[in-house]
C-alpha cells in the first residue's frame, strides 16, 4: 500500500469541491457515540484478537481517496459508493442499480475497475481508490474526459462517469487497446442512451491523448 | 440496501474457520454474489466473515507434481489472464474470460464463482420457492426458458458457474479448510443436486471453506475449449454451453471429457458424448451422433425445449472446431 | 401545434398556456456557419468531469432518506399496515402510510380515475403501501421491512391476451376493457379483392421496460409553505403542475428543477407517487427528504412500453402496389389508463400510400404497473409488424423489399383529415440514398450466398414519426451582455439529446457569439420560461425556432442602436462579425461592445414566442434502417454485424448529436429486436420475474456494432419554423426491430413473429422449419 503522508489529513471527512453536500456524518447520524467506542479495533491488531464489529456499530477504517488519506468510521453494511456519494460528497460516482449489473458506480480500486456498490466500505479499507474527480488534474479534465467530449461519447451522461473509469483502468492496464478491447473493457457498463460504438472510439482516442497525441 | 449484520476480518484462516462455523455466518470473499444475495434478502446471514485479513489465498503456482494451484482468492481475471493456465488449460481460460462482466471479474474469487448461489429468478426474486425453505418450486410451471432440462426435481435451477464445468472436464479437485481439518473434493462431486438436498448447492460443512483449486496437469497434445452462448453478451450466464477436453491421437480421440453448463442443477458431466466419440474420427457422422447423445434423457420443462436443440448444435459447431 | 398534436401524451394532463402568435419577420439562414457543425457539447465538461449535480446527486443539509413499501401481490386488498415497530426503529424519523392524514390526497391516473395515494385496493405489484424517511437509506429499508401489512391476495389477470375472457378478475369494477378505437378510409373488402396477394399474419411485441440510468426519483424541501422539487425530469413544468393539483398548492408555491437528468426516454414526463410521497415526509419532518426508487422498482412502478398484439392484412398488386390494410391491435396500459394502445397503428393508416386502411385497437388492463410513454408511443410496436410485413409480400410478389416501399411512397398525411401534404418528406430519398450507401444489393446478394451455419442476412425498415414538427407554446428570453456575452433562458430540459448545444448554436449563428459563451440557465420553474416536457421529439423544433425569435428580437434591437449611432437606416445595417456594418459600405461600422447605449444599458433583453405551424400542413420526420447480422443456426445467437441510418429531420442542427441521436435509437432498437422483454408469472403469482438488469437485459456494448453510419439527408424544411429543423430521438428508434427481423429472415427464411429474436425463440423456429424442409 503507497502511503501518501503529505497529503494525510486528520479531519474525517473531505469537503466536496463545489458539490452541494455539507454535512458531517460523524455529527448526524446518531451512531457517531457508538462508532467511536469500536473504534480501533481492526486496524493494528494482532490476528489473535478477532474482533467482532456488531450490527450498528461502525468500524474505523482509512480510505485512500484520490490521493488523500481519510480516517473515518462506517458501518460494515455501507457500500462504499455510499460512503463516496453521501459522505464525501462524490458524486461523479454514480448510483444506478446497487447491484453489480449496470457499471456507473465503477471506481479504480487499486487501478483496477470495480463496483462501489457491490464494495463494502470496510473492505476497501487500507486500498487506493479513484472515482472521476480524482482524473481531473485541478480545472483541467483528464483525456479520458477530454476522448469522451470529443467523440460525443454519451447522452445523458449518467453512465458516463462509470464508462470513463472502465476506460481509465483498461488504459492504465493495457495503454495502446484495440476497438474489441475497448469494447470488451466497458462491457461491464450499460449505457440505456446506447452510445456504445462512441465510447469505444473515445477510448481509442483517450489511449492517443495518453500518448500526448 | 443491506441489512445489519456483524463482521470479522479474521488474519488468520484457522480464525476465519473458527468463525465461519458460527450460527448464521457467511463468508465474504470478492463479495459479487454474497452481497447481491443479502440484498435480495434471500441469505438471512447476521455475520459476514471477511476474507481479506487472510494471506496466501490468492495466486496461482505450478507445484512440483505439475499440478496447478489456484488459490480461492484468486481473481477470475487472473486466472483468465494467467499465463500458466492459458497454455496448460485455455477451456479454463476462456470460461473465466466469459463469466459476468469485467467488474466483476476483477472481485469475484475463483473461490466464489464455485459456491455462488443458482440464479433462478424465482429464487432470487421475491417468491417463497422450495429452496428456500417454500412448499413449490415456481419454475416448474412458471417462466422456465432458463432452467434445468438435466438432473431437475424438485428444483430446477441451472448452475451458475462457467469456470466449474471447466475444473470438472479438467478433473480439477477444491481443497478446503474447516472445523475437521483440510480435505480436498473433486469439482464433479463438490455440487449437490436438489434430490439430494435442495436447500443445499455444495457439499460444505458449516465453518468449511474454500482455500484452493488444484488442477492437475493436461496432457501436451490435449485440446480444449469452453462454448458459451447466452442471451445478451456481457454479464449474462450461459443458456447453454460445454466444455470440452480432449485428447487426439492419429485424428482418433483417445480420451474426451464434455461438461455442459446451463443443462443441470450441477455442471453436468455428459458420459454419453464422451463415448460417442471416444475411440473414433471426429467425421460429420460421429459428431452428429455425439450431438444427439449430449441430450440423451433430457427432460425439459415447456419452455426450455430449444435447449434441446441448443446442446446438438454446440457440440456439432465445437467438435468440428476441434476436429 | 396541430389539433391532434395536443391530444399527444407528452401535453396530457399539463396546462398548455397558449403564447402569444408574434410574427417575427426572418428569412430561413441560407449558409450557417455555426449551426449544423459537429460541435462538442456546451455542457460536456460538467457532465464528463463530475460538476454537473443531477437531482440524484443531491443532498442538502440534514437531509433525510425516504423508502418506499410496496405490494409484492398483483391484486389484493390491504386490510391492516401496522407501522409501530417501524416508527420505533433507530434513525426513523416519519412513516406514513394510508392513516396518515396528510396522505390523504387523491391521485389522479387519469381525469376520471382518481385513487388515495396509499389506495387499500392494489391493482398492481409496486403499488405503494406506506414509506419512510430515516437518517440514511439503510435505517428507511430497516424500516420498511419492519412495517407489518395484512393482505387478502385477489385473483389477477396478467396476461393482456385473457384480460377480456369471460371469468377473467376485473381489475376495476366496470371490466377490463379500457376502450376500442377504430379508423377506417376507403374500403379494405374492396382492396383486398383488387390484390394479387393477399397475406394475413400475427405479431407481438413484448413489454419493454425504460430503465433510465439515473433512477427515478427527487429531493423535496419546504421553506414554510413554499415547497421545493429537485426531481430527475424531463419537464419541471409538468411536475409543478401535478403536484400542485395533487397537494393543492398554487403553482407559485411549487418550484421545480432540474439542472441535468440521467435519462427518461418517457418515464420521466410526469411525476410519480413518490414526487408527492416525498413531499408529504418532508413537511412532516421539517427537514429535506430524498426519495429514489430502488433500480427493482423502477422495473415495477416506473413504465413501460405496453406489449402489442397485431393482426395485420395486406394487399397488393403484382407490381407492389398496396390495395389494403387491415390492423387489429390489443395493447394494455396495466392497472390504469395509460395508452396501452397508444398509435400501435398510426404507421399502418399513414406510412405507405393505401387507399384503403381498417385499424382497429382494444386496450385492456391488467394487474400489472401502468405504462408510461415510450421513445415513439405505439411506432416500434407498429413498425414490427408492418415492416415485416411489407418484407412478407415483397417476397410474395418477387419484389426487392426497397422496391416495393419506394411504390408506395404518400406524399400526404393520409390518415388525417383531408388528407394535408407534408411540407417535407424525405422517405423516398432516405430509403434511395439509404440503399445506395449501404450497397443493399450487392450486400443482398453476397450475404445470400453465404454457406455453413453463420448465415449473413440483411434487412431494412422506413418509418415516420407521428409528431416531430413541435410548436407552440414556448418562451424563450436571451439577454445580450454589453461585452457580448449572452444568458439564454428557457424552461425546456436537456435529457441527453444535446438540446442546450442546439440552443447555443442557435444563438451563436445569429448574434456572432461563441457557443461556449452562451451561459443557459433552463428547467427551473422559479426562474425560466415554460416549455412543455421534453419528449415526443419536439424540443428542438419548438425550442430551437423561439431561440433563434428572441435572438432576432435582440439582434433588432442592436441594429437599432447601430442606426442611431451611425446615422443610417437600420434596414442598411447587419451584422458582421463582432460589428454592425452598412451593407453597402462595410468601412462604416460600429463594433457592437462599443454601442454607447448597450454599454449605458449594460444588456438588451429580447423575448421570442413560438409560432404557430403552418395552416393545413403536416411536420414529420421520417427515416430509413439498413442492417446486416450474421445468425448461427445451430445456436440462434444473432449478430448485428452494421447498421446504417438515413434520417430527414429538416436541418442538421449539430452533426455530432445528430449521428449519437442515431446510435442511441438503433441500439434500443437493437434492445426491442434482440434482447427486451418483461417477463410476468402467469398463471402462478403474476408478479414480474425479471426486474434487475441481469434479468431484463438492455443491450451491452458486445451486443452492439461498432459500425453505425448516420447519413442524414440534411434538407432544411423553411415551412415547417424558423429554423427549419424536425425531431429527431425517437425515428431513431421506430424502424430498427423491424430492420433485424427482417435480415434475420434473409439469413434463415425464418419469419419471427414475436419479439424479441432471442436464441430460445430463433432456434424453435429454425427447428421448425428443418423439419419441414
Known amino acids: 500500500m503507497k502511503k501518501r503522508d503529505h497529503h494525510d489529513r486528520k479531519d474525517h471527512v473531505k469537503t466536496p469541491p463545489g458539490g452541494i453536500t455539507r454535512r458531517n456524518f460523524l455529527t448526524t447520524l446518531g451512531v457517531g457515540a457508538v462508532g467511536v467506542a469500536v473504534a480501533d479495533k481492526l486496524v493494528g491488531k494482532p490476528a489473535e484478537a478477532v474482533e467482532v464489529i456488531e450490527p450498528g456499530e461502525s468500524a474505523r477504517v482509512t480510505l485512500h481517496i484520490n490521493g488523500r488519506k481519510h480516517n473515518l468510521l462506517v458501518e460494515p453494511r455501507w457500500s462504499l459508493l455510499f460512503v463516496l456519494r453521501e459522505h464525501f460528497g462524490l458524486t461523479g460516482t454514480k448510483v444506478s442499480c446497487e447491484r453489480g449489473e449496470c457499471g456507473a458506480c465503477t471506481v479504480l480500486i487499486d487501478n483496477v475497475p470495480r463496483y462501489a456498490c457491490m464494495t463494502l466500505a470496510v473492505e476497501a479499507d487500507g486500498r487506493e481508490i479513484t472515482t472521476l474527480e480524482g482524473l481531473m488534474k485541478g480545472e483541467e479534465l483528464g483525456p479520458v474526459q477530454q476522448a469522451f467530449v470529443e467523440k460525443d461519447a454519451f447522452q445523458c451522461g449518467y453512465c458516463t462517469p462509470g464508462q470513463i473509469m472502465a476506460v481509465e483502468g483498461l488504459l492504465r492496464k493495457n495503454p495502446s487497446p484495440g476497438l474489441d478491447e475497448a469494447r470488451r473493457a466497458t462491457s461491464g457498463n450499460i449505457c440505456r442512451c446506447g452510445v456504445y460504438p462512441n465510447i469505444a472510439k473515445a477510448a481509442l482516442r483517450a489511449a492517443e491523448l495518453r500518448r500526448g497525441k | ?178 472445523p475437521k481439518g483440510e480435505r480436498t473434493i473433486p469439482v464433479e462431486k463438490f455440487h449437490v443436486l436438489p434430490s439430494v438436498d435442495v436447500r443445499k448447492d455444495t457439499v460444505l460443512e458449516p465453518g468449511e471453506i474454500v482455500i484452493a483449486v488444484e488442477l492437475p496437469p493436461a496432457p501436451k497434445e490435449a485440446k480444449s475449449l469452453y462454448r458459451k452462448v447466452r442471451a445478451r453478451n456481457s454479464w449474462d450466464f450461459a443458456l447453454a454451453g460445454a466444455a470440452i477436453v480432449l485428447t487426439m491421437s492419429d485424428h482418433i480421440v483417445t480420451s474426451a471429457s464434455i461438461v455442459l453448463s446451463g443443462a443441470a442443477p450441477v455442471p453436468w458431466r455428459s458420459k454419453a458424448t464422451e463415448d460417442a466419440i471416444t475411440g473414433k474420427r471426429l467425421d460429420d457422422k460421429v459428431i452428429a451422433k455425439a450431438a444427439d447423445e449430449a441430450i440423451r434423457g433430457a427432460m425439459p420443462l415447456a419452455q426450455n425445449g430449444y435447449k434441446l436443440h441448443l446442446f446438438r448444435g454446440i457440440i456439432r459447431e465445437e467438435l468440428k472446431k476441434l476436429a | 401545434m396541430n389539433r391532434d398534436e395536443k391530444q399527444l401524451y407528452y401535453a396530457k394532463g399539463v396546462p398548455l398556456p397558449e403564447t402569444p402568435d408574434v410574427p417575427v419577420q426572418a428569412d430561413a439562414w441560407s449558409k450557417t456557419s455555426v449551426v449544423g457543425k459537429p460541435l462538442p457539447r456546451v455542457d460536456a465538461y460538467e457532465r464528463v468531469s463530475g460538476t454537473a449535480v443531477y437531482a440524484s446527486d443531491l443532498t442538502l443539509p440534514a437531509t433525510l432518506y425516504a423508502a418506499v413499501l410496496r405490494s409484492p401481490h398483483a391484486s389484493a386488498r390491504v386490510k391492516k399496515v401496522d407501522v409501530s415497530s417501524a416508527e420505533k426503529m433507530p434513525g426513523v424519523a416519519a412513516v406514513v402510510s394510508g392513516a396518515s392524514p396528510e396522505a390523504d390526497v387523491l391521485w389522479p391516473y387519469s381525469p376520471d380515475m382518481k385513487t388515495k395515494l396509499f389506495d387499500p385496493t392494489v391493482r398492481y405489484e409496486g403499488e405503494v403501501i406506506a414509506a419512510v424517511a430515516a437518517e440514511t437509506p439503510y435505517h428507511a429499508w430497516d424500516a420498511v421491512r419492519a412495517i407489518h401489512v395484512e393482505y387478502e391476495v385477489l385473483p389477477f389477470v396478467s396476461d393482456e391476451r385473457k384480460a377480456l375472457d369471460a371469468g377473467s378478475p376485473a381489475v376495476h369494477a366496470g371490466g377490463n376493457k379500457v376502450k376500442t378505437e377504430t379508423y377506417s378510409r376507403g374500403d379494405v373488402a374492396k382492396g383486398f379483392a383488387e390484390a394479387d396477394v393477399v397475406l394475413e399474419q400475427r405479431y407481438r411485441t413484448a413489454s419493454e421496460i425504460h430503465t433510465p440510468a ?423 445467437e444473432v449478430k448485428v454485424l452494421r447498421f446504417l441510418a438515413v434520417h430527414d429531420s429538416g436541418r442538421v442542427m449539430n452533426r455530432l448529436n445528430f449521428d449519437n441521436q442515431v446510435v442511441g435509437g438503433i441500439t434500443m432498437g437493437i434492445g426491442l429486436g434482440l434482447t427486451e422483454a418483461r417477463v410476468l408469472d402467469h398463471g402462478q403469482t403474476g408478479k414480474m420475474v425479471n426486474r434487475n438488469w441481469h434479468d431484463y437485459k438492455v443491450p451491452t456494448s458486445l451486443d452492439v456494432p461498432v459500425d453505425v453510419t448516420s447519413e442524414p439527408l440534411d434538407i432544411p424544411d423553411p415551412e415547417a419554423n424558423l429554423t427549419g429543423s424536425k425531431g429527431l430521438g425517437e425515428p431513431v428508434t421506430i424502424p430498427t426491430g423491424g430492420a433485424i427481423a427482417n435480415a434475420v429472415h434473409h439469413a434463415t427464411g425464418v419469419r419471427v413473429f414475436e419479439s424479441p429474436v432471442s436464441p430460445p425463440r430463433l432456434l424453435a423456429l429454425l427447428a421448425g422449419k428443418r423439419k419441414e424442409g
Not at chain 3, 384503403?356 to 409488424?385: L, M
Open chain 3, 214 to 636: 439515473e433512477l427515478h426519483g427527487c429531493v423535496a424541501r419546504w421553506d414554510g409553505y413554499s415547497l421545493t422539487v429537485w426531481e430527475s425530469t424531463q419537464g419541471v413544468y409538468s411536475i409543478q403542475a401535478r403536484v400542485a393539483e395533487v397537494l393543492k398548492l398554487p403553482l407559485s408555491k411549487v418550484r421545480v428543477i432540474n439542472k441535468y437528468m440521467g435519462g427518461g426516454f418517457g418515464s420521466k414526463l410526469q411525476a410519480g407517487k413518490y414526487t408527492i410521497i416525498a413531499a408529504i415526509l418532508a413537511k412532516r419532518t421539517g427537514r429535506p427528504v430524498k426519495l429514489f426508487l430502488t433500480r427493482e422498482e423502477t422495473f415495477l412502478d416506473a413504465g413501460n412500453r405496453p406489449p402489442a398484439d397485431m393482426t395485420i392484412k395486406a394487399g397488393v398488386k403484382k407490381d407492389g402496389t398496396l390495395t389494403a390494410l387491415e390492423f387489429k391491435g390489443l395493447g394494455t396500459g396495466g392497472a390504469y389508463p395509460a395508452g396501452g394502445t397508444s398509435l400501435i397503428d398510426w404507421l399502418i393508416r399513414d406510412l405507405y400510400a393505401c387507399p384503403n386502411v381498417k385499424c382497429e385497437t382494444t386496450d385492456v388492463y391488467i394487474n400489472a404497473g401502468p405504462a408510461r410513454p415510450f421513445r415513439a408511443p405505439g411506432h416500434p410496436q407498429g413498425s414490427w409488424a408492418l415492416e415485416q410485413m411489407m418484407d412478407s409480400l415483397a417476397e410474395k410478389v418477387k419484389m426487392d423489399p426497397v422496391q416495393i416501399r419506394l411504390k408506395n411512397i404518400p406524399l400526404v398525411s393520409q390518415a388525417r383529415d383531408g388528407s394535408p401534404p407534408y411540407t417535407t418528406t424525405g422517405l423516398k430519398q432516405c430509403i434511395e440514398k439509404g440503399a445506395e450507401l449501404f450497397r443493399w444489393k450487392e450486400s443482398r446478394e453476397k450475404a445470400a450466398a453465404s454457406k455453413g451455419h453463420l448465415k449473413r442476412g440483411v434487412g431494412m425498415g422506413a418509418a415516420l414519426w407521428f409528431a416531430g414538427g413541435g410548436g407552440p407554446p414556448s418562451t424563450v428570453i436571451v439577454k445580450f451582455f454589453s461585452d457580448g456575452s449572452v444568458n439564454l433562458n428557457l424552461g425546456m430540459s436537456d435529457i441527453g439529446t444535446g438540446t442546450k448545444t442546439v440552443m447555443a448554436m442557435v444563438v451563436a449563428e445569429e448574434l456572432g457569439v461563441r457557443p461556449e459563451l452562451v451561459q443557459i440557465e433552463n428547467a427551473d420553474t422559479g426562474t425560466t420560461q415554460f416549455a412543455t416536457p421534453s419528449g415526443g421529439s419536439k424540443t428542438v423544433p419548438t425550442e430551437s425556432p423561439t431561440v433563434r425569435a428572441a435572438a432576432l428580437s435582440v439582434k433588432q434591437q442592436l441594429i437599432a442602436m447601430a442606426s442611431e449611432e451611425l446615422k443610417l437606416d437600420g434596414s442598411s445595417l447587419v451584422f458582421a462579425g463582432d460589428s454592425i456594418a452598412s451593407k453597402d459600405d462595410p468601412s462604416k461600422k460600429v463594433k457592437i461592445t462599443a454601442l454607447a447605449q448597450l454599454k449605458k444599458r449594460g444588456l438588451v433583453v429580447g423575448v421570442g414566442y413560438r409560432a404557430p405551424n403552418p395552416a393545413g400542413k403536416v411536420v414529420n420526420p421520417f427515416a430509413a434502417q439498413f442492417c446486416e447480422v450474421e445468425v448461427n443456426t445451430e445456436t440462434g
Open chain 2, 1 to 178: 440496501m443491506l441489512p445489519s449484520f456483524s463482521y470479522v476480518r479474521p488474519g488468520t484462516l484457522s480464525d476465519a474457520v473458527k468463525q465461519a462455523a458460527s450460527e448464521g455466518a457467511g463468508v465474504l470473499a470478492g463479495g459479487t454474489d454474497l452481497l447481491g444475495c443479502m440484498r435480495d434478502g434471500i441469505l438471512p446471514l447476521t455475520k459476514l466473515v471477511s476474507m481479506s485479513g487472510v494471506k496466501d489465498l490468492r495466486g496461482i503456482a505450478k507445484r512440483s507434481d505439475g499440478v496447478l494451484t489456484i488459490g480461492s482468492l484468486t481473481t477470475i481475471t487472473e486466472v483468465a489472464e494467467d499465463k500458466l493456465v492459458r497454455e496448460s488449460h485455455p477451456a479454463l481460460s476462456m470460461a473465466a474470460s466469459e463469466v459476468a462482466s469485467p467488474q466483476l471479474r476483477n472481485q469475484g474469487t475463483i473461490g466464489g464463482n464455485l459456491c455462488q448461489k443458482p440464479r433462478c429468478w424465482y429464487y432470487r426474486g421475491d417468491f417463497h420457492c422450495l429452496r428456500k425453505g417454500g412448499e413449490r418450486c415456481f419454475a416448474a410451471a412458471g417462466q422456465n426458458p432458463y432452467h434445468c432440462i438435466f438432473g431437475g426435481g424438485p428444483c430446477f435451477i441451472v448452475h451458475p458457474s462457467d469456470t466449474a464445468p471447466a475444473l470438472v472436464a479438467f478433473g480439477a479437485s477444491v481443497r478446503t479448510s474447516g
